[in-house]
């Protein structure tokens, strides 16, 4: 990876061949296998069967933005042509509130909307201070898992509505996709938009499924990527281009922070990305593959998590 992201610089990916084509089994090494299972579900489900009909051929993305400083800004967004909208992430460790404001402020200076995820870093008193000096920057889309919990996540929404005329749009990420019951966030009022990924979710018909029971509470959905390769992106694509709406610009343009990836990444024009799926090139695999011991790592891990899969 070109730089550091989610406190990693290497991403390692299962590639999975089957009559529909290519999928990608992908969870971080931290997961354990219930979890990684849900995983494997999705890559299975793209190499096996085909892509839902999609309803449009280009799905707009948002420029991501490390948390670098402020004189790193302009050469990270020079690898997302076009986008309007850029994350942001912020509350990483060992920084302060200080550099959350001014990595913010020197995006804002170049991309008109601005959203920021804290991957739930926050605790609610920082949550309600930090957001509340960010929108004095510049007026946020949304503001991602600003704190790690349920409970938090709905008294940092409801403090900021009091605080904030109109408040600050909530999203959540973690909450759903690393939840037992991903509408349990919805229902206690602790989110306005939510944040989707194909992997975690257990693959594109789920995610779509969630989606429309989101719909009906009147939360929309922003697909995003898992720090996918070329190959996953294509799923999270698929995802988005059959969503009957689609309010905001998703978070699938990751693939410009590898230097290396298992097939040609697809180039973002005018801030979109075209829909389609990708095939792995023998020697886009072959620059990539791990060694053998680590290789063995990963295939006892699929076979325990098929194991798991009902």
């Given at each position: 990876m070109r730089v550091r992201f989610r406190g990693i610089t290497e991403r390692e990916v299962v590639l999975v061949e089957g009559p529909a084509g290519w999928g990608e089994f992908g969870p971080f090494p931290e997961y354990d296998d219930a979890e990684a299972a849900e995983w494997l579900r999705s890559a299975l489900e793209s190499a096996w069967l085909d892509d839902p009909e999609p309803l449009r051929s280009d799905v707009p993305v948002n420029a991501t933005v490390p948390a670098v400083d402020p004189d790193q800004v302009a050469g990270i967004l020079a690898r997302f042509p076009g986008a309007h909208t850029a994350k942001v992430k912020v509350a990483e460790r060992g920084q302060d509130l200080a550099q959350d404001v001014a990595r913010v402020r020197a995006v804002h200076a170049l991309v008109p909307h601005v959203r920021v995820d804290a991957n739930g870093g926050w605790s609610v008193d920082d949550a309600v201070t930090a957001l509340t000096a960010l929108a004095a920057e510049a007026p946020l889309e949304y503001a991602e898992q600003p704190c790690a919990t349920v409970p938090e996540l709905v008294e940092v929404r409801r403090r900021l509505q009091d605080d904030i005329p109109g408040g600050i749009r909530i999203a959540?990420?973690?909450?759903?996709?690393?939840?037992?019951?991903?509408?349990?966030?919805?229902?206690?009022?602790?989110?306005?938009?939510?944040?989707?990924?194909?992997?975690?979710?257990?693959?594109?018909?789920?995610?779509?499924?969630?989606?429309?029971e989101l719909a009906d509470h009147d939360v929309p959905v922003v697909v995003s990527s898992a720090l996918d390769s070329a190959v996953g992106m294509g799923a999270g694509l698929a995802a988005a281009a059959a969503l009957p709406d689609l309010?905001?610009?998703?978070?699938?343009?990751?693939?410009?922070?590898?230097?290396?990836?298992?097939?040609?990444?697809?180039?973002?024009s005018n801030g979109t990305l075209t829909v389609g799926r990708v095939a792995p090139s023998r020697s886009g695999i072959d620059a990539v593959r791990v060694d053998a011991e680590r290789e063995r790592w990963w295939l006892d891990r699929v076979r325990r998590c098929h194991s798991l899969l009902g």
């Open positions: 959540a990420d973690e909450s759903i996709r690393r939840a037992g019951d991903p509408m349990r966030v919805v229902r206690a009022g602790g989110a306005d938009v939510a944040i989707v990924k194909v992997a975690p979710l257990g693959g594109v018909r789920r995610l779509l499924t969630l989606a429309g309010p905001f610009a998703c978070g699938l343009g990751t693939g410009g922070f590898f230097t290396a990836d298992v097939a040609t990444p697809r180039s973002m």
